[in-house]
């Protein structure tokens, strides 16, 4: 063979034993790639860490490639809103899908933290979720996140003592007042009625109900805020007399947050108690003080009015700067799918924001109740939709705080809010 086809044929082979090797290279590499890793970021959740894990799992392995790192925040939402806010400004990467509140996504869209989910929520499925928590995420027109649970404002009650003193389910705050005043007469040591006054966000959504089933709120019918309404200043001096003129309502509603009211109530401590849908399979659970002794309806309202409950629930978005945003996307999707919303129904107690698993045959034989609650998320109403609403609460807060304790009447606190606010929203119309 002359020397320049030998010199030929062995570059060839040369060659060809590379891209043999450098494939060989790729090949183990892709065949041992480590799955990338999605952290999730969310407050404590009914059920224990088990239940989430085990929904995560089963997500893993579903998708394999994508690992869930699932992080829990502090129980108090003030502060997870401060951890988002904090991270949030600074770019933060250290998690991808994050868990908030309904009264927060406007304010983080309008700061660009949030990716939009106009593609991965298409307008067909929204069709089947409530209209209170589809508006919530949605800003300007984008959608920014999924709803993920609903919550809406009940009353429980203690049917088998009403049973007792046959004295039927109040349909009025008035018809409340006086049957926990008869029940407590003949039962010392109960409460009457218990709910939710410390100054947080709670209260917040407590005095809204009594507003808003008095004919009044904080938004006027030409979509302005106006606080100072006479149906306004009856509310909150309603609430002032449960606890030091009714006295069904003790102090210390006026430091008791959810989880105070639901250890009272479910160790079989009051007659009454405002709380959110979550408490019911906690009453039920073997060994539970209450169990089979406890009704849940609608919230009452003023004679001649309607019930209203304030619109509360999670929201799943996913963080604007995550490495990982398709694969966020897809746990997004994924927990707030059909079949995840009817689990957390069934194991953890949260309502589904979708509106035709209040048909599953499933999930009504296991949870009958689930029925009522339809009607009570259908009409449940937001607080004033604005990303400066975590301005606007922390003046709420602290005067409907001084109303219900006493220390300034209804109306200079209202006085006081309505200044305030106008003060926020001249930002907003900048």
């Given at each position: 063979m002359p020397h320049k086809t030998l010199r030929r044929f062995f570059a060839v082979a040369s060659m060809l034993v590379l891209a043999i090797a450098l494939f060989a290279c790729k090949a183990q590499k892709e065949g041992t790639q480590e799955a990338i890793t999605i952290v999730f970021k969310h407050g404590k959740l009914a059920g224990g860490p088990e239940a989430m894990r085990l929904i995560l799992s089963r997500f893993e392995a579903e998708n394999p490639g994508i690992k869930v790192k699932d992080e829990v925040l502090p129980a108090s939402t003030d502060e997870q809103h401060q951890f988002y806010v904090i991270n949030?400004?600074?770019?933060?990467?250290?998690?991808?899908?994050?868990?908030?509140?309904?009264?927060?996504?406007?304010?983080?869209?309008?700061?660009?933290?949030?990716?939009?989910?106009?593609?991965?929520?298409?307008?067909?499925?929204?069709?089947?979720f409530f209209h209170g928590p589809l508006s919530a995420v949605t800003y300007r027109d984008n959608v920014y996140a999924i709803p993920w649970y609903i919550d809406a404002g009940l009353l429980y009650y203690r049917k088998d003592l009403l049973e007792r003193y046959s004295l039927p389910v109040p349909r009025t705050w008035e018809e409340l007042v006086s049957t926990a005043r008869a029940i407590m007469k003949e039962e010392r040591g109960l409460y009457g009625f218990i709910w939710q006054g410390k100054q947080?966000?709670?209260?917040?959504?407590?005095?809204?109900?009594?507003?808003?089933?008095?004919?009044?709120?904080?938004?006027?019918?030409?979509?302005?805020?106006?606080?100072?309404?006479?149906?306004?200043?009856?509310?909150?001096?309603?609430?002032?007399?449960?606890?030091?003129?009714?006295?069904?309502?003790?102090?210390l509603v006026t430091t008791a947050v959810e989880e105070t009211t639901r250890h009272i109530f479910g160790s079989g401590r009051a007659i009454f108690m405002r709380n959110w849908p979550y408490a019911w399979n906690i009453f039920e659970r073997e060994g539970s003080p209450v169990?089979?002794?406890?009704?849940?309806?609608?919230?009452?309202?003023?004679?001649?009015?309607?019930?209203?409950?304030?619109?509360?629930?999670?929201?799943?978005?996913?963080?604007?700067?995550?490495?990982?945003?398709?694969?966020?996307?897809?746990?997004?999707?994924?927990?707030?799918?059909?079949?995840?919303?009817?689990?957390?129904?069934?194991?953890?107690?949260?309502?589904?924001?979708?509106?035709?698993?209040?048909?599953?045959?499933?999930?009504?034989?296991?949870?009958?109740?689930?029925?009522?609650l339809y009607d009570v998320f259908e009409h449940a109403r937001p607080r004033p939709e604005s990303p400066f609403y975590m301005m606007i609460t922390q003046v709420l807060q602290p005067e409907f705080s001084a109303a219900i304790t006493g220390l300034k009447s209804p109306e200079e606190a209202l006085r006081s809010i309505q200044r305030q606010v106008e003060h926020i929203l001249t930002m907003e119309e900048r």
């Open positions: 949030l400004e600074a770019r933060s990467q250290e998690f991808d899908v994050l868990s908030m509140d309904v009264i927060w996504v406007e304010e983080f869209a309008r700061a660009g933290w949030l990716r939009p989910l106009d593609e991965v929520f298409p307008p067909e499925e929204r069709r089947d947080y966000e709670g209260l917040v959504c407590n005095v809204m109900e009594y507003m808003w089933s008095r004919g009044g709120g904080l938004i006027g019918e030409d979509g302005r805020f106006n606080a100072l309404k006479k149906e306004n200043v009856e509310a909150l001096r309603f609430m002032y007399d449960l606890i030091h003129t009714y006295r069904v309502s003790p102090p169990k089979g002794k406890v009704g849940v309806t609608v919230l009452p309202a003023f004679s001649g009015y309607r019930s209203a409950s304030t619109l509360g629930g999670w929201q799943l978005g996913v963080n604007r700067y995550s490495k990982h945003p398709e694969a966020a996307e897809k746990l997004v999707r994924y927990l707030t799918s059909y079949r995840v919303q009817k689990e957390m129904s069934i194991k953890m107690g949260y309502r589904p924001p979708r509106r035709s698993l209040y048909r599953d045959e499933e999930l009504r034989k296991v949870q009958p109740f689930i029925v009522r």
